[in-house]
C-alpha cells in the first residue's frame, strides 16, 4: 500500500469520532479499517500501485466519501470525485477527459453509472457489495513516508471560457493547502464541523473535509441543504465552526425571518458559541454580512481561493474583518497584482493577481499548453482582477466575465451588482456586458424582485443615476427585471451559476 499524508495523519486520533452523517458515527480508526480493505479491490492481482492512474467515485456525501478517497490514494490512484447532482453527460465528460480506468459507485447510483462505464469501458465497483464498516482483522500498521510529489487529486474547473480543465494536485500541493489553513483558521481536535457544501469543489474537499480530518475534528455531514435542518444542528450545541457560500447564508437568513422571536432569539444565543463561521466561492454580498452579523455577532470571515491555488487570501481569524474585501494573502503564500504587461501595479490600482507557493497545482490534466499560457515564471496567473486598499484584497472580478469594457472605461461587474442589492425591492441580482455597436460593451442586469415589489425602469433608472453615476456607466442601462430564479441561471449561466 501507498503511504498518505492524511491516511498517516489519522492515526493520532483513531478512536475520535471522525464523521458524523445518516448511517451513524464513524471513528477514525473505522474509517481507516474501511479504507484499507475497499482499497484491496481496485489493485489488479499481484500489484501494489495502481501507479497514479485515475478513479473516480460517486457517493453521497457521508463515510463513504471518505473511505472512497483514501482507498484510491492508498492503492496509488488519483482521485476524481464526481458530483451526484450531475447530468450523465457530465459524468461521461468527466470520465473521459481524465481517462479514468476505474469508478466506484454507490448503490443508489449504480443504475445511471452502469452502462455508462460499460460503453467506456471503465471497471465499476459497487461500494455496496463489500460490506464496509466492518470490524474485520485488517492490517493497520505504519506504512511509512509519503511521496509527496504523486498525484491526488484531479478536480475540474468551473469552465467559464472553454470546456472544464482537469486540474491535478499532488499530495504536497494538497498538504501545503490544509497545513495552511489549520494554521491560519487555529483548526483543533476539538472542533465539530457541519459540512453543506459539495464534495466535488475545494470549498468542501480542502476547507471542510480535509481540515477537520487532518485535526482530529469531527465532520458532521448531511446528505442535502436543507435550511430547516440546517438550523437544527447549528442551533443544537455541538457544532462550533461552519463554512458556506452566501446563497446558503442568503437562504438561512430567510428561514430565520420566517420563524418566531423566541425562536430567533433561541438561534442566536447558539450562534454566538462558534469558534469560527467562513463564507467564500462567491462574493460576499454586503447586506449578507451585516444581517448575519446582526442575527449571529459574528463577523463572517471571507476568503479567496480556486481550484488551482486552494486558499491564497483571507480575512484574518483574529483581527479585522473588512466587509467586501477577502483579507490579506495566507501564510506561505506569495501574491502579485500586476498590469497587462505583467509589472507590478501601485497600491489601490486594479490588476490581475498572479499567486505562488506549493499550495499551486501542477498542471492541468493533459493540456500542456493551456498549463503554460496558465504561468509566467513560477507565477499563476489567476484571471482574476483585484485592487489592494490599506492592505486589503478586494476582488473587482474575473477577467473573462466580470470586468466590462463599455464607453472606454473597465467596469467591475461585481460592485455593480453590490450596488444594485442595496435598492430595497432587489433580492438578487446578476450582471454581465452584452455587445453593443456604440458602448463596445452594454452593462446589463438580470433582476430578481423581492416578494410583492415592484420595480419600473423608470423608477430604476432614476435609481441607478443617483447610486451608480460613479462607476461612469452608460446612460442607457438595460436591465431585464424580475427574471423567475430558472429562466436567470439559464440565460445567464456560467457568470451567475453560484446563485443557483
Known amino acids: 500500500m501507498i503511504a498518505v499524508p492524511l491516511v498517516n495523519q489519522s492515526r493520532k ?18 474509517i481507516r479499517r474501511s479504507a484499507l480493505h475497499l482499497h484491496t479491490f481496485l489493485l489488479p492481482e499481484g500489484e501494489a500501485d495502481l501507479h497514479q492512474s485515475r478513479v473516480a467515485f460517486l457517493v453521497p456525501p457521508d463515510f463513504r466519501y471518505v473511505v472512497s478517497q483514501w482507498a484510491i490514494w492508498l492503492a496509488g490512484g488519483v482521485t476524481v470525485p464526481l458530483c451526484p447532482q450531475h447530468p450523465v453527460a457530465e459524468w461521461e465528460y468527466a470520465l473521459g477527459a481524465v481517462r479514468v480506468s476505474q469508478v466506484i459507485v454507490s448503490g443508489e447510483f449504480i443504475e445511471q453509472m452502469s452502462p455508462v462505464a460499460d460503453q467506456m469501458g471503465i471497471r465499476i465497483i459497487c461500494l455496496d457489495e463489500l460490506k464496509l464498516g466492518r470490524d474485520g482483522d485488517i492490517a493497520d500498521g505504519n506504512i511509512g513516508e509519503s511521496d509527496l510529489s504523486r498525484n491526488a487529486n484531479i478536480l475540474f474547473t468551473s469552465g467559464t471560457t472553454n470546456r472544464p480543465k482537469g486540474v491535478v494536485t499532488t499530495h504536497g500541493n494538497l498538504q501545503a493547502q490544509i497545513e495552511t489553513l489549520v494554521k491560519a483558521w487555529d483548526w483543533r481536535k476539538e472542533d465539530h464541523t457541519l459540512n453543506v457544501l459539495p464534495l466535488h469543489h475545494t470549498h468542501g474537499i480542502v476547507n471542510v473535509l480535509c481540515c477537520a480530518l487532518w485535526s482530529g475534528a469531527t465532520c458532521e455531514m448531511l446528505p442535502k441543504f436543507d435550511a430547516c435542518q440546517v438550523w437544527e444542528r447549528l442551533s443544537s450545541g455541538e457544532v462550533n465552526v461552519f463554512m458556506a ?51 449571529s455577532g459574528h ?54 493577481l498572479w499567486v505562488r507557493g506549493s499550495m499551486v497545482f501542477k498542471e492541468y490534466f493533459d493540456q500542456p499548453e493551456e498549463t503554460a499560457k496558465s504561468f509566467h515564471e513560477s507565477w499563476f496567473k489567476t484571471g482574476d482582477v483585484v485592487c489592494v486598499e490599506d492592505g486589503y484584497y478586494r476582488i473587482m472580478g474575473r477577467q473573462s466575465v466580470d470586468i466590462i469594457k463599455s464607453g472606454g472605461y473597465k467596469i467591475s461587474a461585481l460592485e455593480i451588482e453590490a450596488v444594485l442589492r442595496r435598492h430595497p425591492a432587489i433580492a438578487d441580482c446578476a450582471v454581465v456586458g452584452v455587445e453593443d455597436p456604440e458602448w463596445g460593451e452594454r452593462v446589463s442586469g438580470a433582476l430578481i424582485l423581492r416578494k410583492g415589489q415592484n420595480l419600473s425602469m423608470v423608477e430604476l433608472k432614476e435609481w441607478a443615476k443617483e447610486h451608480l453615476a460613479h462607476y461612469k456607466i452608460p446612460s442607457q442601462i438595460q436591465i431585464v427585471v424580475d427574471l423567475p430564479r430558472n429562466v436567470l441561471g439559464k440565460v445567464l449561466k456560467p457568470k451567475v451559476k453560484e446563485l443557483f
Open 299 to 352: 463577523d463572517l470571515l471571507e476568503r479567496y481561493g480556486m481550484t488551482e491555488i486552494g486558499m491564497a487570501l483571507a480575512n484574518p481569524y483574529s483581527g479585522e474583518r473588512r466587509p467586501g474585501t477577502v483579507g490579506q494573502a495566507l501564510p506561505s503564500v506569495e501574491t502579485r497584482v500586476v498590469d497587462g504587461d505583467g509589472r507590478d501595479v501601485e497600491p489601490g490600482e486594479s490588476g490581475e
Open 245 to 295: 457560500v452566501p446563497t446558503v447564508y442568503g437562504r438561512l437568513i430567510g428561514d430565520y425571518e420566517q420563524v418566531s422571536q423566541k425562536e430567533q432569539a433561541q438561534r442566536s444565543r447558539s450562534l454566538r458559541e462558534f469558534r469560527l463561521m467562513v463564507s467564500g466561492s462567491a462574493a460576499l454580498p454586503v447586506p449578507v454580512f451585516e444581517k448575519w452579523k446582526e442575527i
Open 13 to 30: 486520533f483513531s478512536d475520535r469520532v471522525a464523521v458524523i452523517d445518516h448511517l451513524g458515527r464513524h471513528t477514525y480508526a473505522s
